[in-house]
Nanobody
Framework: QVQLVESGGGLVQPGGSLRLSCAASGFTFSSYAMSWYRQAPGKERELVALITTAGGSTNYADSVKGRFTISRENAKNTVYLQMNSLKPEDTAVYYC?????????WGQGTQVTVSS
């Protein structure tokens, strides 16, 4: 069975850091571009960051550029999102997403709350 399992979410103070992980199984991880999306209450789901299959290229939403870093370790079938200088507006459910030319997969999401 295909699985994308996020971890690392939680409560953090403004200015703090958090590292999210997404463990993949059931498909050929190295053939899929990986992304992180987020969705806050009452807002549309938005793309936060994307990394290509071998990790050679990345893209970020303007709102997180310079603060977030996406990376992957294909040998571990895992993609990461390092989040620094967190702001209250980063509060959302964060989702892991995999895509190839033929298939897409979504994780269940992990809650990130930035608050004093």
């Amino acid at each position: 069975q295909v699985q994308l399992v996020e971890s690392g979410g939680g409560l953090v103070q403004p200015g703090g850091s958090l590292r999210l992980s997404c463990a993949a199984s059931g498909f050929t991880f190295s053939s899929y571009a990986m992304s992180w999306y987020r969705q806050a209450p009452g807002k549309e789901r938005e793309l936060v960051a994307l990394i290509t299959t071998a990790g050679g290229s990345t893209n970020y939403a303007d709102s997180v550029k310079g603060r977030f870093t996406i990376s992957r370790e294909n040998a571990k079938n895992t993609v990461y999102l390092q989040m620094n200088s967190l702001k209250p507006e980063d509060t959302a459910v964060y989702y892991c997403y995999a895509e190839s030319r033929k298939r897409i997969y979504w994780g269940q999401g992990t809650q990130v709350t930035v608050s004093s």
